[in-house]
């Protein structure tokens, strides 16, 4: 499985931007897509996750701005990212697993996301 991300710009507080994320490759039914990110000097934390099925997670600290989303016919998932704050700058990661994994064991390449005051 492969995954390319892409989107990533920069902008400044108060703007948008949407990461795309498609996945190649042999890839499960039934599985959980997400997008993470990690800021310089800091880990790597969720952002959202969204499964095969549509349920769907959110960080509290991106509720309400951020929304993910999937289209399985382009085995494509979406962060439309809005209202962004300096705090959002980090490079984002989107990353897959199939169900019973305990840990995502595909990952894209990363697209960096900064958000100027």
């Known amino acids: 499985v492969q995954l390319q991300a892409s989107g990533g710009g920069s902008v400044q507080a108060g703007g948008s931007l949407r990461l795309s994320c498609a996945a190649s490759g042999r890839t499960s039914s039934y599985h959980f897509m997400g997008w993470f990110r990690q800021a310089p000097g800091q880990e790597r934390e969720v952002v959202s996750i969204i499964s095969w099925s549509g349920v769907i997670n959110y960080s509290d600290s991106v509720k309400g701005r951020f929304t993910i989303s999937r289209d399985n016919n382009k085995m494509t998932v979406y962060l439309q990212m809005n209202s962004l704050k300096p705090e959002d700058t980090a490079l984002y990661y989107c990353?897959?697993?199939?169900?019973?994994?305990?840990?995502?064991?595909?990952w894209g390449q990363g697209t960096l996301v900064t958000v100027s005051s």
């Open positions: 990353a897959m697993k199939n169900w019973g994994r305990s840990s995502y064991d595909y």
